[in-house]
């Protein structure tokens, strides 16, 4: 059991940054984070391997957020830049990878409890 609590969220106007960072209570093989809007799927938006520190990321977010870790202080981090309105959502760190498709919900066994994020135009 990893239990995994997010902080950084926040109001933003668009153009501006948000840091997140999401604290483990253990070892994860990788931590990803995902995002909800109102009446959305959660969605996948960045994943890092905490072994080699491999990173990928979603389309909508690639070249404005950047995934990082602390692997002495069990931390993701998540650097948000140049954000956009719709980047609006309540953010959730994610851990303890099952083998699934890493930028869908049901790939991961472990949540936080999620931190808001609101970027205004």
């Known amino acids: 059991q990893v239990q995994l609590v997010e902080s950084g969220g926040g109001s933003v106007q668009a153009g501006g940054s948000l840091r997140l960072s999401c604290a483990a209570s253990?070892?994860?093989?990788?931590m990803a984070w995902f995002r909800q809007a109102p009446g959305k799927e959660r969605e996948g938006v960045a994943i890092?391997?905490?072994?080699?520190?491999?990173?990928y990321y979603a389309d909508s977010v690639k070249g404005r957020f950047t995934i990082s870790q602390d692997n002495a202080k069990n931390t993701v981090y998540l650097q948000m830049n140049s954000l956009k309105p719709e980047d609006t959502a309540m953010y959730y760190c994610?851990?303890?990878?099952?083998?699934?498709?890493?930028?869908?919900?049901?790939?991961?066994?472990?949540w936080g409890q999620g931190t808001q994020v609101t970027v205004s135009s």
């Open positions: 994610a851990a303890g990878g099952n083998g699934g498709i890493w930028y869908e919900s049901s790939a991961w066994n472990y």
């Open positions: 890092i391997y905490t072994g080699s520190g491999t990173t």
């Open positions: 253990g070892y994860s093989s990788s």
